[in-house]
C-alpha cells in the first residue's frame, strides 16, 4: 500500500521560497498510471490544488498560483518537490501531498493516497 | 464556471439519511470524487466516479450526479459520520483541478 509523507521547514519568512518534499514508498514515481500533487489547507478553511506533475515530465498548475509554484519529481529517489516562491502570510496552511488517479475514458480523476500533511507557516 | 459549490453545514439525525450536494457547471461532463476529513486528520477519499467506494467505505454511502449536481447520499447515518465533506472535479476547461468549499455534517 502506497504511503506519503510531506517533510519540511515550519516556518518560512515572508518574501522567502518555501521548499516541501514528499517521500513516496509502496509505489514508484515511474508508474504510468498515477501523477503526484499538491494540495493545502489554510486553518479553518477549505482545500486547494496546488498542482500535479508525473515522472513524463507533465506538470499542471493552479492558474492563480502557477507563477509561484514548481513540482518535480526524483525518480531514482521516489520523491516529489514544492517550491513556492514570494512566500505571503496568505500561503500559511497545512500542505498535502497526494496519489492522483486520471481515469480519462470516464472523465474523472480522484486523489486515493494522501500524506498526514505538514503545517507551514509564514512569519517574520 | 470554475467553481464547485457545497453547503457550508448539513444536519442529520442519528438513524437518517441525508444528502450533501456539490454543484458546478463542470459537474455536467467530469465525474466528482469525495472525501471525508475529520478534525486534524488528512482527507480520505470516499467515492469517486459513479457510485464508486473504496475498500473499507461503508455501503450506507452512495453516489449519483444528475445534470451540474454530484451528490453524496448517507442512508442511515452514524456517529462517526460527523466529520467534513469536500467534493473535487476538473474546472470547466478541463485542464485544472478544484475542490468544493466544504461541507460540515453534524450528527444529532
Known amino acids: 500500500q502506497v504511503q506519503l509523507q510531506e517533510s519540511g521547514p515550519g516556518l518560512v519568512k515572508p518574501s522567502e521560497t518555501l521548499f516541501l518534499t514528499c517521500t513516496v514508498s509502496?509505489?514508484?514515481?515511474?508508474?504510468?498510471?498515477?501523477?503526484w500533487s499538491w494540495i493545502r489547507q489554510p486553518p479553518g478553511k477549505g482545500l486547494e490544488w496546488i498542482g500535479s506533475?508525473?515522472?513524463?515530465?507533465?506538470?499542471d498548475y493552479n492558474p492563480s498560483l502557477k507563477s509561484r509554484v514548481t513540482i518535480s519529481l526524483d525518480t531514482s529517489k521516489n520523491e516529489f518537490f514544492l517550491e513556492l516562491t514570494s512566500v505571503i502570510a496568505a500561503d500559511t496552511a497545512v500542505y498535502y501531498c497526494?496519489?492522483?488517479?486520471?481515469?480519462?475514458?470516464?472523465?474523472?480523476?480522484?486523489?486515493?493516497?494522501w500524506g498526514q500533511g505538514t503545517l507551514v507557516t509564514v512569519s517574520s | 464556471s470554475s467553481e464547485l459549490t457545497q453547503d457550508p453545514a448539513v444536519s442529520v439525525a442519528l438513524g437518517q439519511t441525508v444528502r450533501i450536494t456539490c454543484q458546478g457547471d463542470?459537474?455536467?461532463?467530469?465525474?466528482a470524487s469525495w472525501y471525508q476529513q475529520k478534525p486534524g486528520q488528512a482527507p480520505v477519499i470516499f467515492m469517486y466516479?459513479?457510485?464508486n467506494r473504496p475498500s473499507g467505505i461503508p455501503d450506507r454511502f452512495t453516489g449519483s450526479r444528475s445534470g451540474n449536481t454530484a451528490s453524496l447520499t448517507i442512508t442511515g447515518a452514524q456517529a462517526e459520520d460527523e466529520a467534513d465533506y469536500f467534493c473535487?472535479?476538473?474546472?470547466?476547461?478541463?485542464?485544472?483541478?478544484?475542490f468544493g468549499g466544504g461541507t460540515k455534517l453534524t450528527v444529532l
Open positions: 497526494a496519489r492522483l488517479t486520471t481515469l480519462t475514458s470516464l472523465s474523472l480523476v480522484y486523489f486515493d493516497s
Open positions: 509502496g509505489d514508484s514515481l515511474r508508474s504510468q498510471y498515477w501523477s
Open positions: 506533475g508525473s515522472h513524463t515530465g507533465n506538470t
Open positions: 463542470s459537474l455536467r461532463y467530469y465525474f
Open positions: 466516479g459513479n457510485n
Open positions: 473535487n472535479s476538473r474546472d470547466i476547461s478541463g485542464n485544472h483541478l478544484i
